[in-house]
């Protein structure tokens, strides 16, 4: 087991949860104003200002874009605007991390602001969809890279779909989704989403698991 993406899920999630607070706060928003701006109910924010909620990918989504700030501040980066030839080297095992269920995910490329893509490395150690309270549902596009192991990606739309390690898969996020481990091994995948600062053309649906 990689220790190194194994920081405590604990503090991990209480960190993120302070740096949440303090950009609302910042801007001198009210949990109530800050719920509307983000598409986030109360109670959810409140948790996880809190630490009491490890948020989803879409939920940190929602988050980033109503308060209008990088994805990489609530991981504890200083992002860097650069003009033109825009660059970022990340170490082995220098992102930022964040745990939730059946994913411990590492950010990548935190020093650049503003970027058209998200990249992650994750760790996917859920080996079935109980794991998880619903499907994965935002806007934009991502690709999927198994890196070691093996992964099954499950979809409304489409059947479960088996990847091994080498195979990749570009798809569309408004199209609930959610991948597992189906290798004795935790998979160690490459996975990639279009940032938030993207304009989208359409509202962000509320994940709703069937």
């Given at each position: 087991?990689?220790?190194?993406?194994?920081?405590?899920?604990?503090?991990?999630?209480?960190d993120?949860?302070?740096?949440v607070?303090?950009?609302?706060?910042?801007?001198?928003?009210?949990?109530?104003?800050?719920?509307?701006?983000?598409?986030?109910?109360?109670?959810?924010?409140?948790?996880?200002?809190?630490?009491?909620?490890?948020?989803?990918?879409?939920?940190?989504?929602?988050?980033?874009?109503?308060?209008?700030?990088e994805?990489?501040?609530?991981?504890?980066?200083t992002p860097?605007?650069?003009?033109?030839?825009?660059?970022?080297?990340?170490?082995?095992?220098?992102?930022?991390r964040?745990?939730?269920?059946?994913?411990?995910?590492?950010?990548?490329?935190?020093?650049?602001?503003?970027?058209?893509?998200?990249?992650?490395?994750?760790?996917?150690?859920?080996?079935?969809?109980?794991?998880?309270?619903?499907?994965?549902?935002?806007?934009?596009?991502?690709?999927?890279?198994?890196?070691?192991?093996?992964?099954?990606?499950?979809?409304?739309?489409?059947?479960?779909?088996?990847?091994?390690?080498?195979?990749?898969?570009?798809?569309?996020?408004?199209?609930?989704?959610?991948?597992v481990?189906?290798?004795?091994?935790?998979?160690?995948?490459?996975?990639?989403?279009?940032?938030?600062?993207?304009?989208?053309?359409?509202?962000?649906?509320?994940?709703?698991?069937?």
């Amino acid at each position: 087991m990689d220790t190194h993406l194994t920081k405590s899920a604990d503090q991990s999630t209480t960190d993120l949860g302070r740096r949440v607070r303090a950009a609302r706060q910042a801007q001198d928003l009210t949990l109530e104003t800050a719920s509307r701006l983000c598409g986030v109910s109360r109670s959810t924010l409140s948790k996880v200002e809190n630490g009491l909620m490890s948020p989803t990918f879409d939920v940190l989504q929602k988050i980033v874009h109503g308060l209008k700030i990088e994805i990489g501040e609530l991981f504890g980066s200083t992002p860097r605007v650069s003009a033109s030839g825009r660059r970022a080297l990340t170490r082995k095992d220098e992102g930022q991390r964040h745990a939730y269920r059946g994913y411990q995910m590492e950010l990548l490329a935190t020093d650049l602001a503003h970027k058209a893509m998200l990249p992650f490395r994750i760790r996917i150690s859920a080996h079935t969809l109980d794991a998880f309270d619903d499907w994965g549902r935002h806007e934009g596009e991502e690709f999927l890279y198994v890196i070691s192991g093996s992964v099954c990606l499950y979809s409304e739309l489409y059947a479960p779909t088996h990847l091994n390690a080498g195979d990749s898969l570009y798809f569309d996020s408004r199209t609930g989704h959610a991948a597992v481990s189906t290798s004795e091994e935790d998979a160690e995948v490459l996975w990639m989403a279009t940032s938030a600062d993207i304009p989208q053309t359409s509202a962000t649906a509320e994940p709703t698991k069937k």
